[in-house]
């Protein structure tokens, strides 16, 4: 009687039975968490492979959490939040330390702030990242925007673009830019409000990015910044629907070409408000636009002679 392999319908849970073939001997293979290799002749076709999952297994009745891959990584910090923090006060259980450990713990962190700034790569990016938060949180703009022009910077530091040039005008130019590749309705004059340096420095810094790497930054248009407008003037949906029909016809008609796209829209408003009867100045709408009352005269009644 022969015996029988009791090992036969046996299932594990760490092998997976591959659809492809042995190369060699067309037998059958099979992939485990280290390798894959053929189970006729033994050839191993591929080793040390990457697992994506957790190294962690969860089950309903279990209470702790077994989670041991600490916080995600932070774009926004120059080393990407991965620093240990040193206490100040207090241990892990909440009690007041002896002065003679606090003394101690305040030399740990001055050690470690040298040691995490130790270049001057490092202090420029520290320095960059802090002008970029601020002029985000200026512009309310959200975190997705703040990590990627953190990432923008990061990639202009490596590219050696700012050896003689402001770190402010980059950084600001940097917001700029990624606010032009999400289609953000946001002017340089905008931008400029918020950053330690000119529009012309936002400008040319805007310029040197856009040159050097090559940036997806579509032109901005009008109809962008038609619902930025007519949120800050208050005015109503008819108004606003009413207003892309404008714009629509000035592209149609080529009105407002190479000019300032906010100015357009204002002109576009300021026409829209007229027909639904509310009440809007001219000096409201050019200030909101960051146009002269001039300009959006001159949009107002190049619209107007071709209606």
């Given amino acids: 009687?022969?015996?029988?392999?009791?090992?036969?319908n046996t299932f594990d849970?760490?092998?997976?039975?591959?659809?492809?073939?042995?190369?060699?001997?067309?037998?059958?293979?099979?992939?485990?968490?280290?390798?894959?290799?053929?189970?006729?002749?033994?050839?191993?076709?591929?080793?040390?492979?990457?697992?994506?999952?957790?190294?962690?297994?969860?089950?309903?009745?279990?209470?702790?959490?077994?989670?041991?891959?600490?916080?995600?990584?932070?774009?926004?910090?120059?080393?990407?939040?991965?620093?240990?923090?040193?206490?100040?006060?207090q241990?892990?259980?909440?009690?007041?330390?002896?002065?003679?450990?606090?003394?101690?713990?305040?030399?740990?962190?001055?050690?470690?702030?040298?040691?995490?700034?130790?270049?001057?790569?490092?202090?420029?990016?520290?320095?960059?990242?802090?002008?970029?938060?601020?002029?985000?949180?200026?512009?309310?703009?959200?975190?997705?925007?703040?990590?990627?022009?953190?990432?923008?910077?990061?990639?202009?530091?490596?590219?050696?673009?700012?050896?003689?040039?402001?770190?402010?005008?980059?950084?600001a130019g940097c917001v700029y830019a990624v606010c032009r590749c999400n289609s953000l309705p946001r002017s340089i004059a905008e931008i400029a409000r918020f950053a330690q340096c000119d529009e012309t420095s936002v400008r040319n810094a805007f310029g040197v990015l856009n040159t050097e790497l090559g940036l997806p930054t579509p032109p901005p248009t009008p109809r962008l910044f038609i619902p930025q407008l007519s949120s800050a003037l208050d005015l109503s949906p008819t108004v606003r629907h009413r207003a892309l029909d404008y714009i629509e016809q000035a592209r149609e008609r080529g009105i407002g070409n190479g000019c300032n796209p906010a100015g357009v829209a204002a002109a576009c408003l300021e026409l829209a408000s007229r027909d639904a009867e509310e009440r809007v100045l001219q000096l409201d709408l050019a200030a909101a636009a960051d146009v002269s009352t001039c300009t959006l005269r001159k949009h107002r009644d190049a619209l107007v002679a071709v209606a």
């Fill in 1 to 8: 009687m022969a015996t029988r392999d009791i090992y036969a």
């Fill in 13 to 89: 849970e760490d092998v997976q039975t591959s659809q492809h073939s042995c190369p060699e001997c067309d037998g059958r293979v099979t992939t485990n968490t280290h390798e894959t290799v053929c189970d006729d002749c033994g050839l191993i076709l591929s080793d040390q492979a990457i697992d994506p999952g957790p190294e962690w297994r969860s089950f309903p009745e279990d209470q702790t959490n077994p989670e041991r891959t600490g916080a995600p990584l932070t774009p926004s910090l120059h080393d990407q939040g991965l620093s240990t923090t040193i206490g100040k006060h």
């Fill in 91 to 171: 241990d892990g259980k909440g009690r007041i330390l002896p002065l003679e450990k606090q003394r101690q713990l305040r030399r740990l962190r001055r050690e470690q702030g040298r040691a995490q700034r130790a270049t001057t790569r490092e202090r420029n990016q520290v320095r960059g990242f802090y002008e970029i938060r601020r002029i985000i949180s200026g512009l309310d703009l959200g975190r997705s925007i703040r990590d990627q022009t953190c990432a923008l910077f990061r990639t202009t530091q490596e590219e050696n673009l700012l050896r003689g040039r402001s770190l402010e005008a980059i950084a």
